[in-house]
């Protein structure tokens, strides 16, 4: 399983919030429905994010095996 548990710690870090994404980086609100609801994003969004906040995937995503 994926989670983006990690996305929000680094965001917490970086002191970007939800607002500042979607007002000043013109997030999208699907985007992040998406990502606390750990739904899949594509790997472009993962790009931007992880340009937009200056980390590695592993700054965002969580990966956890299936039991």
Do not use: Q, V
């Not at 917490?12 to 750990?38: M, P, R, V």
């Not at 993962?46 to 340009?51: E, G, Q, R, V």
Request: hydrophobic content about 35%.
């Amino acid at each position: 399983m994926i989670t983006y548990d990690p996305l929000w710690e680094t965001m917490k870090k970086k002191k970007i919030s939800t607002y500042t994404l979607i007002k000043e980086h013109a997030f999208s609100k699907g985007t992040l429905d998406a990502l606390k609801h750990n739904r899949n994003i594509t790997m472009a969004t993962l790009n931007d994010i992880c340009n937009l906040l200056g980390c590695t995937p592993a700054d965002i995503i969580k990966y956890t095996p299936d039991e």
